[in-house]
């Protein structure tokens, strides 16, 4: 079949997106590619532009500027043939409250014009583990649960893509392994994923990562590209109260971050001459120093150090 | 590719959005209490109002005459127990005035020359000045005092006039309704009432559905389906139709065995009206919430669509009683095409082939308001 779907396999390709709100801009001169069958994580600290992004690649938001193809269909002017193979679940829970899950499950079935309905919901239903609770409102149902309720609903059309827009925010940590479990499963079955978050642990559960800050990927690639284009050096201070000493040694020449990991500081900057330099006041007992592989946590501060510079 | 998705399914689209709406409206008790209560408490006020005849209506008086006979007059009027004398006016001006204040219901005068003519069996007058306004509240006293002059002097009159009563009356009371010169039958009330109640009903609920959805962010699941404006649109508002429905039935029959409001046939043009002005009302719904950002704008607007529906449809005043500008704006508004319909199917028993201009008009409202709706849906969160 000749169909747009498969004449490329990026799942996504969007140049120079940008939008503003007001005289707020958002998103700036965005650019990704996404190849198709993989986990894409979507990082970002909070109002860097992730949630805006999504939506102008589902047609929920038109750009101001900017072209790109969502499964080789045009972002501005096929949103509706996007609609259909999209599967987007929001930040935000935006399924039915007054409506018990297999409602909302019918809803979305129909409103896909599937065929096959009461199967299809029954297989999301059971696949997900919400066949016992059917019955339940929406709105009473737990975080977890809400959020595999939304899964199931974005996944019943069997779409090629998955926008999932922090889907275990405020999900106790189990449900959110079992949610990830449920997102590889998905994969292995040939979806695309590009999942925002920003929990650290998950960005290691993805294939791939973009990095946004202040509306400007920063970074893209595998965990381990970035950490060795971004080129890190790390050192991690052990001893009593050396996590106190990150406000003073992240004032140093040659430091550009200091974090507190627990009861470890961890001091990166891309110098590693200059960073000896700094730390040499505090190589005395009772602190130990010892280089380690920088984290991807290490990496993003450093990245979101650098566009705060860009911003100003 | 092995999917299922096809791009002629709208009418599962439809069902998808009118099965939605049909379950969220039954899980909504307040909603369910106010498509019932509304009609049903709003009909028994007015409906109380049409049947009840206020007696003991405030009365001013302006009597010119000191005889006996203009004395023994004024008790009968009394005496019908519609009339409670409060004021005795001085003057013409003082009398107008209390009228015209709405301190009293009724003016009366008794001219100086009462008695005189009525011995003179030249046909006296008495003036008894309505303030109309309310036709139900002045209807009923009106009539009593209409029956008046043909027993209230009997005993007064010496034998050969007493005599002549039942051919002519000694005199005649002269009836001048204030503000309402049509003086609307209190029939007219209640299908009136039907126009009222169905569009601050169905307005206001469409208006809340949509904004509901905008307010709770579940617009951006249901813009993220497939489904296009106008399915949804069908899809809201088809259940509200059937809500019409049960609305106008209650109400028509509430009607006809409480308040034996006549049904006088004409029920093509009365089927085809309601319909279309339950689709209107329900359109001009979807509209508002397509303008309002929160439920509460989507209130406030269908609160504002009412006054004039109210005001200037012919519900409160006889439409060709109001100023030329009011009877423009009348047009446009649907209410005023549909009391058209209803008093003329209802009470008159006339058909489609003679109310057919208003059922156009009401088309036309219907296509427009939709043609705006649709103009401005947000397809997108912009
Ligand atoms: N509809 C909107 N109107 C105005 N400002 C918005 C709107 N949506 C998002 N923003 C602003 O844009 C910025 C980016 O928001 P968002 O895309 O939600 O970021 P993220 O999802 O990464 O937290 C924030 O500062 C937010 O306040
Ligand atoms: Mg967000």
Same mark, same amino acid.
């Given at each position: 079949m000749s169909t747009p779907l498969a004449s490329t396999n990026l799942a996504i390709d969007v140049q120079g997106l940008n939008k503003s709100f007001g005289d707020k801009h958002?998103?700036?001169?965005?650019?990704?590619?996404?190849?198709?069958?993989?986990?894409?994580? !979507?990082?970002?600290?909070n109002g860097s532009g992730k949630t805006t992004t999504l939506r102008m690649l589902c047609g929920l938001l038109t750009p101001d500027s900017g072209t790109g193809k969502c499964l080789g269909f045009d972002i501005v002017t096929q949103s509706d043939l996007i609609k259909l193979h999209v599967g987007?679940?929001?930040?935000? !829970?935006?399924?039915?409250?007054?409506?018990?899950?297999?409602?909302?499950?019918? !809803?979305?079935?129909?409103?896909? &014009?599937?065929?096959? @309905?009461?199967?299809?919901?029954?297989?999301?239903?059971?696949?997900? $583990?919400?066949?016992?609770?059917?019955?339940?409102?929406?709105?009473?149902?737990?975080?977890?649960?809400?959020?595999?309720?939304?899964?199931?609903?974005?996944?019943?059309?069997?779409?090629?893509?998955?926008?999932?827009?922090?889907?275990?925010?405020?999900?106790?940590?189990?449900?959110?392994?079992?949610?990830?479990?449920? #997102?590889?499963? *998905?994969?292995?079955?040939?979806?695309?994923?590009?999942?925002?978050?920003?929990?650290?642990?998950?960005?290691?559960?993805?294939?791939?990562?973009?990095?946004?800050?202040?509306?400007? *990927?920063?970074? @893209?690639?595998?965990?381990?590209? #970035?950490?060795?284009?971004?080129?890190?050096?790390?050192?991690? $201070?052990?001893?009593? &109260?050396?996590? @106190?000493?990150?406000?003073? #040694?992240?004032? *140093?020449? &040659?430091?550009?971050?200091?974090?507190?990991?627990?009861?470890?500081?961890?001091?990166? &900057?891309?110098?590693?001459?200059?960073?000896?330099?700094?730390?040499?006041?505090? @190589?005395?007992?009772?602190?130990?120093?010892?280089?380690?592989?920088?984290?991807?946590?290490d990496a993003f501060i450093h990245l979101m150090g650098q566009s705060e510079d860009n911003y100003r | 590719m092995s999917r299922a998705v096809t791009h002629d399914s709208w009418p599962t689209r439809i069902l998808a959005v009118l099965a939605k709406e049909f379950v969220q409206l039954t899980r909504d008790r307040l909603t369910y209490a106010m498509i019932l209560m509304i009609p049903v408490v709003q009909l028994l006020l007015f409906g109380y109002a049409i049947n009840n005849e206020p007696r003991h209506l405030p009365t001013a008086v302006l009597v010119q005459d000191s005889s006996a006979m203009a004395r023994?007059?004024?008790?009968?009027?009394?005496?019908?127990?519609?009339?409670?004398?409060?004021?005795?006016?001085?003057?013409?001006?003082?009398?107008?005035?209390?009228?015209?204040?709405?301190?009293?219901?009724?003016?009366?005068?008794?001219?100086?020359?009462?008695?005189?003519? +009525?011995?003179?069996?030249?046909?006296?007058?008495?003036?008894l000045e309505a303030d109309a306004t309310d036709p139900s509240a002045t209807g009923a006293a009106v009539n009593a005092a209409a029956g008046l002059p043909a027993k209230a002097l009997n005993h007064d009159l010496p034998g050969g006039l007493a005599a002549r009563t039942p051919q002519s009356p000694p005199f005649e009371v002269v009836v001048h309704r204030r503000y309402n010169p049509e003086g609307i039958t209190a029939y007219n009330i209640v299908p009136g009432l039907l126009g009222v109640i169905l569009s601050m009903t169905l307005v206001m609920m469409t208006a809340l559905s949509v904004t509901r959805e905008t307010e709770r962010g579940t617009m951006e699941s249901l813009l993220a389906t497939p489904a296009q404006p106008i399915e949804v649109m069908i899809g809201k508002l088809a259940p509200y139709v059937m809500v019409g429905l049960l609305q106008t039935t209650v109400i028509l029959v509430m009607s006809s065995v409480l308040f034996q409001v006549p049904m006088a046939g004409g029920w093509d043009a009365l089927v085809l009206g309601v319909l279309?002005?339950?689709?209107?009302?329900?359109?001009?719904?979807?509209? +508002?919430?397509?303008?309002?950002?929160?439920?509460?704008?989507?209130?406030?607007?269908?609160?504002?669509?009412?006054?004039?529906? +109210?005001?200037?449809?012919?519900?409160?005043?006889?439409?060709?009683?109001?100023?030329?500008?009011?009877?423009? +704006?009348?047009?446009?508004?649907?209410?005023?095409?549909?009391?058209?319909?209803?008093?003329?199917?209802?009470?008159?028993?006339?058909?489609?082939?003679?109310?057919?201009?208003?059922?156009?008009?009401?088309?036309?409202f219907v296509c427009i308001v939709t043609a705006l709706a649709m103009l401005r849906y947000r397809r997108t969160l912009d």
């Open positions: 958002v998103v700036k001169d965005f650019s990704i590619q996404v190849p198709r069958g993989r986990i894409t994580g !979507f990082l970002g600290p987007y679940m929001t930040q935000k !829970f935006s399924l039915y409250d007054d409506l018990t899950i297999e409602e909302n499950l019918m !809803f979305m079935a129909r409103v896909h &014009g599937l065929d096959r @309905r009461q199967e299809r919901v029954k297989d999301a239903l059971d696949r997900l $583990g919400l066949y016992e609770r059917r019955k339940q409102l929406a709105g009473k149902l737990s975080g977890g649960w809400k959020q595999r309720m939304a899964l199931a609903a974005t996944t019943l059309h069997e779409p090629d893509l998955l926008l999932l827009d922090e889907p275990t925010a405020g999900v106790d940590p189990q449900a959110r392994r079992q949610f990830w479990d449920e #997102i590889h499963a *998905l994969s292995a079955a040939g979806l695309t994923v590009l999942v925002s978050t920003h929990y650290m642990d998950e960005a290691e559960r993805c294939h791939d990562i973009a990095y946004i800050a202040y509306g400007k *990927l920063m970074a @893209r690639g595998t965990a381990n590209q #970035i950490l060795t284009k971004v080129g890190l050096v790390t050192w991690q $201070g052990e001893g009593p &109260g050396v996590d @106190r000493l990150s406000p003073e #040694i992240a004032k *140093l020449p &040659g430091v550009e971050a200091a974090a507190p990991f627990g009861l470890t500081l961890h001091v990166s &900057g891309v110098d590693a001459q200059a960073l000896d330099a700094a730390l040499q006041p505090y @190589r005395h007992a009772p602190f130990t120093w010892t280089r380690t592989q920088p984290t991807l946590e | 023994s007059t004024l008790a009968a009027f009394v005496n019908t127990q519609f009339f409670d004398i409060t004021h005795e006016a001085g003057s013409v001006e003082e009398l107008d005035a209390l009228l015209r204040g709405g301190r009293v219901q009724f003016a009366l005068t008794i001219p100086g020359d009462f008695s005189r003519r +009525i011995a003179r069996g030249e046909g006296a007058q008495i003036l279309l002005f339950i689709t209107g009302s329900l359109a001009l719904g979807f509209l +508002i919430s397509t303008v309002a950002r929160t439920q509460l704008q989507a209130m406030q607007m269908s609160f504002f669509y009412m006054l004039p529906s +109210i005001l200037l449809s012919g519900f409160m005043f006889p439409f060709r009683g109001m100023p030329e500008w009011a009877q423009t +704006i009348g047009q446009a508004i649907p209410v005023t095409h549909f009391l058209r319909v209803v008093r003329g199917s209802l009470l008159k028993g006339e058909g489609l082939e003679t109310l057919w201009p208003s059922h156009v008009a009401l088309g036309i």
